[in-house]
């Protein structure tokens, strides 16, 4: 079975920082790409940003500038850098990943972890 943890959200006033982090464990053997996705309430998840094995990284256009995702391989571990946070970036975020077990590739979900950007 594969685990996430994810942790690191939290309340933050605007124009302030935050950083997420996202552990995986389990029998794998290897993780692909990487993605922090939101939700708000209400409404469908969407694409934050995303990181290949390699390290090439995509960024939704709302928090182009302001977030950073990283990750690092060796401890199969995601992060999102979350800078100049904004009232609208108030979702619940989660990480994903496409991981491979015996040789199928398949995506799997963390718990989800809440950040709210008030004053």
């Known amino acids: 079975q594969v685990q996430f943890v994810e942790s690191g959200g939290g309340l933050v006033q605007p124009g302030g920082s935050l950083s997420l982090s996202c552990v995986v464990s389990?029998?794998?053997?290897?993780?692909?790409?990487m993605r922090w996705y939101r939700q708000y309430l209400g409404y469908q998840r969407e694409l934050v940003a995303s990181?290949?094995?390699?390290?090439?990284?995509n960024y939704a256009d709302s928090v182009k500038g302001r977030f950073t995702i990283s990750r690092d391989n060796v401890r199969n571990t995601v992060y999102l850098q979350m800078n100049n946070l904004k009232p609208e970036d108030t979702a619940v975020y989660y990480c994903?990943?496409?991981?491979?077990?015996?040789?199928?590739?398949?995506?799997?979900w963390g718990q989800g972890t809440q950040v709210t950007v008030s004053s």
């Open positions: 994903n990943a496409d991981i491979l077990i015996n040789r199928i590739l398949t995506n799997y």
């Open positions: 990181i290949t094995y390699g390290g090439s990284t």
């Open positions: 389990g029998n794998f053997e290897s993780i692909n790409t």
